[in-house]
C-alpha cells in the first residue's frame, strides 16, 4: 500500500475536531454544574480514592502478581470485586480473616506484612492543595467524606496523612467523615447514601456527590442527588476553579 499524505493529514484533522468537540462538551458540562452549585448546592459529599488522594489499583494488582498471585485481577478491580473484599470494605471480616483468606484462595505461604505491604500498594500521595480547597469550600458548603475503604488502608493513610498535614487538619476539613468498614455500608448500595442524607438531615436536591467509579455515580444518580462522575483527566480544582 502506498503513502498517501492527504489521507495522513485528514485524519489528523479529524482528530483535532474530534477532541475539540469532547473538550468543548466537558467545557459545556462543567459550566453547567458550576451553575448548579450557586443556584442549589449546599452539601458536597466526596469520595476518597482518586478524588482526594491519588491511588493506582495496577500497583497492587502487580504486587500480589509478584508474590505469585497470577489471578489478583480477577479478584478485584476498580469496577468489581470479590466478597472478601466487599466484606472486608464492610467490616464484616477482620485483618487476620483478610489474610488468611488470601493465603487459602491463592494456596500460597505469604506473610501478613507482605499481604498488607501488596494490598497498601495502590495508596499514593495526597496533594495538600486538594485538601486547602476543600477547607475553602467547607466555607460555602458542608463538605462529607465517604469512602470505600477498610481498616488496613484507614490506618496506612491516616498515618501518611498524619505525618503529611496533621490528622486534625485532614478530619477538620469534613463536616463528618463516613468510612464503609466503620458503618458497614459501601458504594453502591442505596443504603449508605439514604444513611448519610440521613444522619445529617441532608436534602437530596441540595446535595452533590462526587465520585471516580461510574456504578457509584449511577447509584447517586436514581436516588435525586446531584452527580459528578471525576474522569481519569480530571480534578476537583477542574470544578470548583
Do not use: C
Not at 487459602?104 to 499514593?124: C, G, V
Not at 490528622?167 to 466503620?182: P, T
Not at 467509579?213 to 459528578?228: D, F, P, R
Request: net charge negative; aromatic share 12%; no cysteine.
Amino acid at each position: 500500500m502506498s503513502y498517501r499524505p492527504e489521507l495522513t493529514i485528514k485524519l489528523i484533522l479529524g482528530l483535532q475536531n474530534y477532541f475539540f468537540v469532547v473538550n468543548l462538551q466537558t467545557y459545556f458540562y462543567i459550566m453547567q454544574l458550576k451553575s448548579t452549585f450557586s443556584n442549589s448546592i449546599q452539601h458536597i459529599i466526596f469520595d476518597f480514592g482518586a478524588v482526594i488522594i491519588n491511588i493506582n489499583y495496577h500497583l497492587t494488582s502487580q504486587a500480589f502478581q509478584n508474590l505469585g498471585v497470577s489471578n489478583f485481577d480477577e479478584l478485584f478491580s476498580k469496577a468489581k470485586q470479590s466478597n472478601l473484599f466487599n466484606d472486608l470494605e464492610k467490616g464484616l471480616i477482620g485483618e487476620n480473616d483478610f489474610y488468611n483468606t488470601i493465603r487459602t484462595i491463592t494456596q500460597l505461604d505469604i506473610s501478613n506484612q507482605n499481604i498488607q505491604n501488596a494490598w497498601n500498594a495502590m495508596l499514593l500521595d495526597l496533594p495538600i492543595e486538594r485538601m486547602n480547597l476543600i477547607h475553602q469550600l467547607k466555607n460555602k458548603y458542608n463538605t462529607f467524606l465517604l469512602s470505600n475503604t477498610n481498616k488496613i488502608h484507614a490506618d496506612a493513610f491516616f498515618k501518611q496523612i498524619d505525618k503529611q498535614m496533621t490528622l486534625d487538619y485532614f478530619n477538620s476539613a469534613f463536616n463528618k467523615i463516613y468510612l464503609s468498614h466503620e458503618i458497614n455500608l459501601r458504594k453502591p448500595d442505596a443504603e449508605i447514601f439514604e444513611f448519610v442524607l440521613s444522619k445529617n438531615n441532608l436534602n437530596r436536591q441540595d446535595t452533590l456527590f462526587i465520585d471516580d467509579s461510574i456504578q457509584h455515580i449511577e447509584s447517586a444518580k436514581k436516588l435525586g442527588i446531584h452527580t459528578h462522575h471525576l474522569l481519569d483527566s480530571e480534578t476537583i480544582f477542574d470544578l470548583f476553579e
